[in-house]
Nanobody, 122 residues
Framework: LQLVESGGGLVQAGGSLTLSCVASGGTFDRYNVAWFRQGSGKEREFVAGIKWSDGSTLHTDSVRGRFRISKDNAENTIYLLMNSLKPEDTADYYC????????????????WGQGTQVTVSS
């Protein structure tokens, strides 16, 4: 499974972006998918995840109510809608997938994309 993220960019605080993660070499309908992010000098952290079996989602506390993960099976794409962006959301955002579990632990994920950069200016 290959994952490719897109949609990052520069946005002012309070603005919105939608990130996309497209899969090739397989389909998302048997994978749990998560978004992680890593800011400069920081550890990679879980942002949001979606379970393949029932579409249930998890969002970390710092983004709940502002970000929303969703999937489009027909397009084989996972989205991360990000609203009310803050400078502290600045990071490289990564899409990750695994067939076994939906987890907030990065080492539980087998497949990773290369990342897309999000910069939020104040």
């Amino acid at each position: 499974l290959q994952l490719v993220e897109s949609g990052g960019g520069l946005v002012q605080a309070g603005g919105s972006l939608t990130l996309s993660c497209v899969a090739s070499g397989g389909t998302f309908d048997r994978y749990n998918v998560a978004w992680f992010r890593q800011g400069s000098g920081k550890e990679r952290e879980f942002v949001a995840g979606i379970k393949w079996s029932d579409g249930s989602t998890l969002h970390t506390d710092s983004v709940r109510g502002r970000f929303r993960i969703s999937k489009d099976n027909a397009e084989n794409t996972i989205y991360l809608l990000m609203n009310s962006l803050k400078p502290e959301d600045t990071a490289d955002y990564y899409c990750a997938a695994d067939a076994r579990t939906l987890s907030d632990y990065e080492f539980d994920y087998e497949y990773w994309g290369q990342g897309t950069q999000v910069t939020v200016s104040s």
